[in-house]
């Protein structure tokens, strides 16, 4: 087992291993105490690792209550976040009990945010058990809920207590999520770290309770320095500018780690045909993107994207901040006036 230490507004820890599920129950006991713990979940999990996560916490002498959301995104939204805190105030749920979220990045930022909010803030704690959750999502205490006018909209800066990341449950993903996940990893290559890059281009799985742990750690980093998101911390979002508006003009049929894979490809290129990078760091980007099985053709031109681009959220006023690779493992921020972006958009494609 591999452990991580954040140090930010709270200080926890982050163990990644296997078969850490069924004694995770000991572990939230020790770390957090409490009478309760309410089971935040979605149906699949549910399904695959319910049971194993309940047995070990009733084990631990909790009383265990379970919420269960239909998977995928839809349900990441202010009407399962109002009936998660009615159901916490039925079950007479106090500050001293746990909010448990176990699942992918849809049930870490709903159950995270709905623990930041019950009480004004209960013990949380995060089982990822997705890649992308494992390595981005369940680190760093970004919770939130979608509303209709965009993704993320409403939320809270809320660090869990405690997460347990059982590497076991990563073999039961569908190969295509196992992918989205992959996109981020190559991302915390690409931006800090030469070694992991090299470590890439062998087969990922054998290598995951390493690789988790090295990503893990490179989040630590950044987030200790930049909590709530307000310079640093936006070096996380390479590929995502393009990213995003990719995604968002296929209505979302793109995935998320697909939309990333075409936007750290877009922005390599951008970065190059800029001179940030040479030509070899650029090739190298997109080749390891295709290894993944990443397909790096961007289906929408330059002029769209970038409409998109311009009413995302991270604009700030007429300045919006790219990320530009400088060589593996070497990123910098590009602050950019919104009229360059189209320009930087179109040595993307
Ligand atoms: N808070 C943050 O910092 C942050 C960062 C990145 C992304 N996010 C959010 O994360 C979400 C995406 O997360 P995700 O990709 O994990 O999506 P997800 O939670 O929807 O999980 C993807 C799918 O995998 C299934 N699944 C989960 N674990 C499984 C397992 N072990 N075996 C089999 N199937 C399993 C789920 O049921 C779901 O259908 C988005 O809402 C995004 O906004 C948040
Ligand atoms: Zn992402």
Known sequence: MEKVVVKASKTYEILIGENLLPEAGGRIRQTTGGDAVLVVTDDTVDGLYGKTFTASLRQAGYRVETFVIPHGEASKNAENFLAILNFLAEKKFTRSDVVAALGGGVVGDLAGFAAACFNRGMNFIQLPTTLLAAVDSSVGGKTAIDLPAGKNLAGAFYQPELVICDIKTLDTLREEIFRDGCAEVIKYAVIADR????????????????IITRCVGIKRDIVAQDEFDTGLRQLLNFGHTVGHAVEACSHFAVSHGGGVAIGMAAESRAAEAMGFCDAVCRDEILLLLRMYG??????????????????DKKRRGDTITLVVPRDIGKAELLPMNVSELPDFFQKGM
């Open 195 to 210: 070694e992991l890059f090299a470590a890439l281009k062998q087969p990922i799985r054998p290598q995951l309770e390493k």
């Open 294 to 311: 990443f397909d790096l053709s961007c289906p929408y031109p330059a002029k769209r994207l970038c409409e998109k681009a311009l009413s």
